[in-house]
């Protein structure tokens, strides 16, 4: 774990612990391992005994090879420098190799021209660190601070990228040019794919789509809310996380009932749930605000009002009867029921919402085009029963009478600190905020 003594020479103005060890004790070896017990040391001095029989250990944050000119000689001293990873040169092109900052352990100051993990590669080199791994190593007088970028006041938000109606954004654009998340994105199949630029704590905060309206009296204040929910999660440098953005319930201007909001997603690979905001239910000549109606912030689909239960465990809404019905909210690992104009097994009316896994559409409507969010949101009727929301469990179809409305998606939050709220979003698409801790 040392590389070999040095007589009578110590490491000058590192010291960050100064500790006086008994002769009783074999000081060199009890030194050593104070050294090892603190992340930050990575060299000893361990001094001749004084008038009463004690010895110095001293513990330094920095060693030779990074500070040749400060080993300076010191008589009866002797001096240890851990074997750490810049022992072994692994920077190139004349780069000056950095212990700690990193999981690696070391980082490498590259020259003018040169970049990369190791100063391998041609071009102009950005570092970015854990700053909590910086400690005293990141004080100005040790490197120079400009060569850094500091992440402590990242913050990105994710929309629905202007797209709307049961299909996801299909292009970027140029939304997040110039944001902390610029570059850190791609799409597929309408769902954002972010790769983490730095490990550490993010708070998240995931907000479903709000289902949609109808040509009613007033019925755009009595809409399906989506649910809001926030949690702290660890994420590591480079992991990509999936991110569906739920878009709004259609709206249906020529007659009665509309589309279940699209839930909101956040998904760590290919299948590990983050955090999910349901979508609001799509009503049907709504006379007043119906709970019913909103997402929950459990992880079971809403009953809509007057209406049947929603899905649960992840499944999308199954459940309905033999009449006019909107189609079921898709959950995360399934599908919302349909009705037969849709390949269902009973009921007139909307094609359920896909689940996440099956790639997250809203459902068709069986008339006037009133679709589900984007999300996992039911397609309506078009006269007769709204869709229900989307979410970590589908919210119910709705059924064909007046006054209804299908039930709001689940939601699910695997995160710390938890603040939930089921009805936040009163109108429109969904969205999320990630912020670095």
Same mark, same amino acid.
């Given at each position: 774990m040392f590389e070999k003594s040095v007589g009578g020479r110590a490491l000058q103005q590192h010291v960050f612990k100064q500790i006086y060890l008994t002769m009783a004790i074999e000081p060199h070896s009890d030194c050593k391992n104070r050294c090892l017990m603190e992340n930050t040391c990575v060299s000893v001095n361990v001094g001749p005994p004084d008038k009463n029989g004690l010895r110095v250990c001293q513990l330094s944050d920095s060693d030779h090879t990074q500070h040749p000119d400060d080993l300076k000689p010191q008589e009866g001293y002797q001096y240890w420098a851990t074997k750490n990873p810049c022992s072994s040169s692994p920077c190139l092109h004349n780069a000056t190799c950095l212990n700690g900052f990193t999981d690696k352990r070391y980082i490498c100051l590259c020259q003018a021209g040169y970049k990369g993990n190791k100063c391998e590669e041609k071009g102009d080199q950005k570092l970015r660190i854990d700053l909590s791994k910086c400690q005293k190593l990141c004080y100005k007088k040790?490197?120079?601070?400009?060569?850094?970028?500091?992440?402590?006041?990242?913050?990105?938000?994710?929309?629905?990228?202007?797209?709307?109606?049961?299909?996801?954004?299909?292009?970027?654009?140029?939304?997040?040019?110039?944001?902390?998340?610029?570059?850190?994105?791609t799409l597929s199949s309408g769902i954002q794919r972010w790769t983490v630029p730095y490990t550490g704590d993010y708070r998240i905060e995931a907000v479903?789509?709000?289902?949609?309206?109808?040509?009613?009296?007033?019925?755009?204040?009595?809409?399906?809310?989506?649910?809001?929910?926030?949690?702290?999660?660890?994420?590591?440098?480079?992991?990509?996380? %999936?991110?569906?953005? @739920?878009? !709004? *319930? $259609?709206?249906?201007?020529?007659?009665?009932?509309? &589309?279940?909001g699209g839930g909101t997603f956040l998904v760590r690979g290919t299948d590990t749930p983050l955090i999910i905001a349901g979508g609001g239910g799509g009503i049907d000549s709504a006379k007043s605000i119906h709970v019913e109606c909103d997402a929950s912030t459990s992880k079971i689909g809403k009953s809509g009002h007057k209406s049947w239960s929603g899905g649960s465990n992840g499944h999308g809404a199954q459940t309905a009867d033999d009449g006019y019905s909107g189609g079921g909210g898709g959950g995360f690992y399934s599908s919302g029921r349909s009705g037969t104009d849709f390949k269902g097994t009973k009921g007139v009316g909307g094609e359920g919402g896909k689940g996440f896994l099956q790639g997250g559409e809203g459902g068709i409507s069986l008339h006037h085009n009133v679709v589900g969010g984007f999300g996992g949101g039911g397609?309506?009727?078009? %006269?007769?029963?709204? @869709?229900? !929301? *989307? $979410?970590?469990?589908?919210?119910?179809?709705?059924? &064909?009478?007046?006054?209804?409305?299908?039930?709001?998606g689940g939601s699910y939050n695997d995160g710390n600190n938890q603040d939930n709220e089921c009805c936040y979003n009163t109108a429109g698409h969904g969205q999320v905020t990630i912020t670095l801790l």
């Open positions: 040790y490197v120079d601070m400009s060569l850094f970028v500091f992440p402590s006041a990242f913050k990105a938000i994710f929309t629905n990228l202007n797209a709307t109606g049961r299909y996801g954004p299909t292009t970027l654009g140029s939304h997040y040019t110039g944001q902390d998340h610029d570059g850190q994105v479903g789509a709000a289902g949609g309206y109808d040509g009613a009296t007033n019925n755009t204040q009595y809409r399906g809310r989506g649910a809001r929910m926030i949690g702290t999660f660890r994420l590591k440098e480079d992991e990509v996380i %999936q991110i569906l953005v @739920g878009q !709004g *319930g $259609g709206i249906n201007k020529m007659d009665l009932s509309s &589309g279940g397609g309506a009727h078009g %006269q007769s029963g709204g @869709g229900g !929301g *989307g $979410g970590y469990s589908g919210g119910s179809s709705g059924d &064909g009478s007046r006054d209804s409305c299908g039930g709001g």
